[in-house]
């Protein structure tokens, strides 16, 4: 049976995009970001998985306000990368692992979560970026099963909900008649709001617990309304939902017990508070 090696969260601003296409890592703004990768490349370098299961959250790329999907799974053989107007690099395509999409699919509709399932689908940057910094030499090398969670039209699911999937996730992967290693990865975050009235609105504190939550406490964020999450996070920050997926993957069957490989915060890139933590799983 296919085994998660462990898991993934981090910030996906477009900028880094940018950055990364001009070669600015080493510089004063941008180091305290690009820093806290190498622990973690080196971790994928050792565990070497196969395949990312990336949650994310589409930004009017794939998905706009007419056709707003509160879960999606993509079921394709290869994932195109467009650039839905921050004007960064498009990346190369993707490739998928239908097998996987396919088998997460059937279980997670027969687990009662009525998701739309996406034999075509376009990944914009929150898709993108993580491998890419995950992953930055050449391309991309693992194959993945892109699952959207709606943060961008409300009403959204309830963190309690997005915990339930990623536990429906976990034990599906777990599932997967498979001898392959899977990587869960989650794209978002952490505080920000890009507009209207508390635009540039950060909250350090809440970050920061809410990091720390994951490790032994990863259902803490469940007792927050989607309302008391914007208000502490700001509009985006509710981008933090993929986080709770994610490390809900591993909370599922027998030695549930994960190890912190890395972590990183800084503030600010963009208008952004960005977070990467990377949990080992074990057995
Ligand atoms: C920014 C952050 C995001 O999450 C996003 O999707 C787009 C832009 C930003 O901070 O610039
Ligand atoms: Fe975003």
Not at 66 to 91: C, H, Q, R
Not at 93 to 111: A, F, Y
Not at 124 to 146: Q, R, S, Y
Not at 209 to 237: C, R, Y
Request: with cysteine; aromatic share 8%.
């Amino acid at each position: 049976m296919a085994h998660i090696v462990g898991c993934i969260g981090t910030s996906h601003i477009p900028a880094i995009g940018s950055a990364m296409h001009k070669k600015l890592e080493d510089t004063p703004y941008w180091k305290p970001f690009f820093d806290g990768y190498p622990p973690v490349r080196n971790w994928l370098q050792q565990v070497q998985p196969d395949v990312a299961v990336v949650f994310y959250n589409d930004h009017g790329l794939n998905f706009f306000l007419d056709k707003m999907p509160t879960f999606a799974v993509g079921a394709a053989s290869s994932y195109s990368n467009a650039d839905e107007g921050w004007g960064i690099p498009t990346l190369p395509p993707l490739r998928g692992q239908t097998d996987l999409s396919w088998h997460l699919i059937e279980q997670l509709i027969d687990q009662e979560f009525d998701i739309v399932s996406c034999q075509e689908m376009l990944v914009d940057h929150a898709c993108t970026l993580p491998l890419k910094l995950l992953w930055p030499e050449g391309p991309c090398p693992v194959t993945i099963v892109p699952i959207c969670i709606n943060t961008v039209q409300f009403p959204l699911p309830k963190a309690s909900r997005v915990y339930a999937l990623g536990k429906a996730v976990g034990q599906a992967i777990a599932s997967w008649n498979s001898d392959k290693k899977v990587a869960v990865i989650a794209s978002g975050g952490l505080s920000h709001q890009l507009d209207g009235e508390r635009a540039g609105h950060i909250n350090k504190a809440f970050d920061l617990q809410f990091m720390e939550s994951l490790l032994n406490n990863p259902e803490w964020a469940t007792q927050f309304s989607i309302h008391d999450l914007v208000e502490k996070t700001g509009t985006q920050g509710v981008e933090l939902l993929m986080w709770l997926a994610m490390r809900a993957t591993l909370s599922a069957g027998a030695g549930a017990g994960v190890h912190k490989v890395h972590s990183n915060y800084h503030i600010p890139i963009s208008n952004t508070a960005t977070g990467l933590l990377a949990l080992a799983s074990v057995a």
